[in-house]
């Protein structure tokens, strides 16, 4: 079983949110998207074992602003109804599918189709059914009304808008959240069925070092240690036995009872019925208490956990809570558990993070099969280029934003089975590596088709727009050469970020054609725009532009630190001529990346009177959203 499809809405940054879900799904995308409070979400309406638990009751601050900001709104306008104004409501749902026959005993009262093939939970946080709705908004606006009369409405209109909404109410304290199961919204999940359905959290800011001693009842260890029968600890007692004895033989402690009594003679009175006797009783521990002077150690020269390294302790700790998940033996009552993985990067390296990613699959799969275990879900949220690209594309999604939407793309989405998109698939596999991975993390793409470009185009971004391109939210992404179809695709078939091609006309060659065909091809995309060189390469169009003034300076300097004799013969014979186009393409032709790299440094320097091709120029006005892409 798994959860097929996640529903969000009104709470915290989701206003109205779907998003589909797989087995296994790696959720990707830029900081403050969402992704931990997907997480979060998931945790208000499926129990929780030995994660961090969640409180279902919320906070104002858990609803979404914008329907929080309209609630006020509604009532400060005198025009609109009491009647028609709505309480904002919480509502998360969960579908869930491909049970086998025991899940199903659990979830059975949960259908909500007529195939009888999906169930749903929804957790809805709404005002209780007893709260007088029109009684309160009818006290708020008097409150405001009243308040606008106190200070007269010349004052009063020249207030900023939050300061009013700040002195309207909003009645927390009237919401409770209740947990449907089906579609029948006053249907009360059966808490006990619920509970067979657990949510385990590793967050982003968990306590490895904490977690991993077992010295309090809610770290992480003493919690998977406990999970066991009592029973099954009982042998450890049996090694206590004789410490009783030994304990009143110990010469140190009869000296101290002796010395308690000497003292305690002479402070207390002796009666016929009581002396001043003292002895010292030894109570065999608890279960519990024996496992609570545990903790773990690793390596072969195994260190205390407070001096492990922080990397070393992320991985015990993920691997200790893993394990217990794995294990099907460990789950006894429990039919599924969702797992969510907030960062499985924090604190490692490159190298042990591909490690991880290409084993964590098979946590949740049949020992010695690729199928997928009916009774574990595990949800990965991740800014780790080395993660993204260890897991299957098929399992990543995007989540971004698609004018101020919040949205989620599938990575392959939208490619069929046919021969041209499998290796389109396998080109991506291949090229979508630790650096390209970036266009996921970003919300303007500009893709380019070699380093000269990729070097260079950050600079020429900086010059025009006086921000660095990553400050923009931007990448370049070098695809190496002219497989653009294979990256666009993923823009027309759905996810819907901004994508600039940079590529070179070819004037005069077979492939002069090519880019005029690109830009076609894509023109109904309004997310894409193909920008072409005037001149026949990209290289060329920069000296086109700088062939006079500043500008011509600028090429000259930097042609004498690629090539010192030529460069420096070039410059001495032009004299006050303009650059001619291909006598200087013709020296720098072998030495594109030595151009495009010196060039960088010298404009970082200076670039005052340097001139920007115009197809990047109108290229840029794309991104930042003052020019269509049919200019």
């Known amino acids: 079983m798994y959860i097929s499809n996640l529903k ?17 799904t790696l959720i990707v995308g830029e ?39 309209q609630y006020k709104r509604d009532i400060i306008d005198n025009e609109k109804p009491l009647e028609e104004i709505t309480f904002p409501v919480i509502e998360i749902s969960a579908t869930l599918v491909d049970w086998d026959e025991d899940q199903e005993s659990v979830i059975s009262d949960w259908y909500v189709n007529e195939e009888l093939t999906e169930a749903e ?60 199961g089906g579609n029948q919204n006053d249907t009360q999940a059966n808490m006990y069925h619920l509970n067979q359905l657990k949510f385990e959290l590793l967050d982003a800011l968990r306590d490895a070092k904490l ?44 000296g101290i009872k002796e010395g308690i009594s000497t003292q305690l003679d002479k402070i207390s009175l002796t009666t016929e019925d009581f002396t001043n006797n003292i002895n010292l009783i030894f109570s065999l521990p608890n279960v519990e208490d024996i496992l609570k002077k545990l903790s773990l150690i690793y390596g072969e020269n195994p260190l205390k956990i407070e001096h492990n390294g922080t990397g070393r302790n992320n991985l015990l700790f993920m691997s200790l809570i893993l394990s217990y998940i794995e294990d099907p033996s460990s789950m006894e009552s429990n039919y599924f558990r969702v797992v969510g993985i907030e960062e499985p990067e924090s604190h490692l390296h490159a190298n042990l993070q591909n490690h991880l990613a290409q084993n964590i699959e098979l946590l949740i799969k049949e020992e010695g099969s690729n199928t997928y275990r009916k009774d574990i879900q595990l949800i990965l949220v991740s800014h780790s280029n080395h993660i993204t690209t260890k897991i299957d594309f098929d399992n990543t999604v995007v989540l971004y934003k698609n004018d101020n939407t919040l949205s989620t793309h599938y990575v392959l989405d939208g490619f069929s089975n046919n021969a041209e998109d499998r290796k389109r698939i396998k080109y991506l596999r291949k090229y979508l590596d630790a650096e390209n991975i970036n266009l996921f993390y970003s919300r303007k793409i500009i893709l380019v088709e070699g380093i000269s470009e990729k070097l260079l185009l950050p600079t020429f971004f900086k010059i025009e727009t006086s921000n660095t391109i990553e400050k923009s939210s931007c990448c370049v992404v070098n695809i190496n050469g002219l497989a653009f179809k294979n990256f666009l695709d993923i823009v027309k078939n759905g996810y819907h970020t901004k994508c600039l091609v940079l590529t070179d006309s070819d004037i005069n060659t077979r492939a002069e054609d090519r880019a005029e065909n690109l830009a076609d091809l894509y023109s109904d995309i309004d997310q894409i725009s193909v920008h072409i060189t005037n001149e026949s390469t990209f290289e060329k169009d920069i000296i086109a532009s700088n062939k006079d003034g500043l500008g011509k300076d600028i090429l000259l300097k930097v042609l004498k630190q ?34 495009a790299y010196q060039l960088m440094i010298e404009l970082e320097e200076n670039n005052s009177g340097f001139t920007v091709p115009d197809y990047i120029k109108s290229g840029i006005l794309f991104l930042n959203g003052s020019q269509s892409n049919d200019e």
């Open 562 to 595: 690629v090539r010192p004799i030529s460069g420096k013969q070039y410059g001495e014979g032009l004299g006050e001529n303009e650059i001619d186009i291909e006598d200087y393409f013709d020296l720098i032709e072998n030495f594109k990346s030595d151009f």
């Open 31 to 69: 900081n403050n998207i969402g992704k931990s409070n997907l997480l979060n979400s998931l945790g208000l309406i499926f129990s929780q074992d030995i994660s961090i638990y969640k409180k279902r009751n919320l906070e104002v601050s858990d609803f979404n602003y914008d329907v929080i900001l």
């Open 8 to 24: 969000i809405k009104n709470y915290r940054n989701f206003k109205d949110f779907n998003i589909k879900l797989k087995p296994l």
């Open 211 to 254: 977690e991993l001693s077992a010295s309090h009842r809610g770290n992480l260890l003493f919690r998977v240690l406990n999970a066991k029968e009592e029973n099954e600890y009982q042998d450890l007692k049996k090694q206590l036995v004789g410490l009783h004895n030994s304990i009143k033989e110990n010469e140190a402690i009869q």
């Open 121 to 180: 939970l929804t957790y809805r946080y709404a005002p209780v059914s007893s709260f007088d709705r029109l009684a309160e908004l009818a006290t708020q606006r008097e409150f405001i009304n009243k308040f606008k009369i106190d200070i007269g409405e010349e004052k009063f209109s020249e207030l900023p808008e939050k300061e009013i909404l700040d002195l309207i109410n909003f009645p927390i304290s009237k919401y409770y959240y209740s947990i449907i």
